[in-house]
């Protein structure tokens, strides 16, 4: 499965590396000395824990991609003005794209709504 998960990346004081997390696939961590080493490896790892999912018969989440469509728009994208065009707060908005925090339905639904505008 070729899906395009969200990935969060931070540099881990107690570990002393990059840690890399999937907030769809919890459980699913990579980590690296280097940035581009955690993104390396957190990649492997989705692409394991995956085939595990698949393998026990487990639901694979979807991806977040309302998330992955206004990352795709971010550089000519006021987000605050999305924000208020689908009725959000653009704390909210902002938060939940930091975090990895998936949009519930509703949210999406406003969101694609006023990203066709």
């Not at 999305?82 to 930091?98: D, I, N, Q």
Request: hydrophobic letters at 40%; one cysteine or more; charged letters at 30%.
């Amino acid at each position: 499965m070729n899906a395009r998960y969200q990935i969060n990346i931070a540099w881990s004081d107690e570990d002393e590396c990059y840690v890399a997390r999937v907030p769809a696939l919890p459980g699913c961590l990579g980590h690296g000395d280097t940035y581009k080493e955690a993104v390396e490896n957190i990649e492997d790892a989705i692409e394991g824990f995956l085939a595990s999912m698949e393998a026990h018969g487990d639901r694979i989440p979807e991806p977040d991609r309302v998330a992955d469509e206004i990352r795709r728009f971010a550089p000519v994208l006021n987000t605050a003005a999305l924000a208020r065009r689908a009725g959000m707060s653009r704390f909210t908005l902002a938060s939940k794209l930091r975090r990895g925090t998936k949009f519930t339905e509703e949210e999406a639904r406003k969101i694609r709504n006023a990203l066709s505008l």
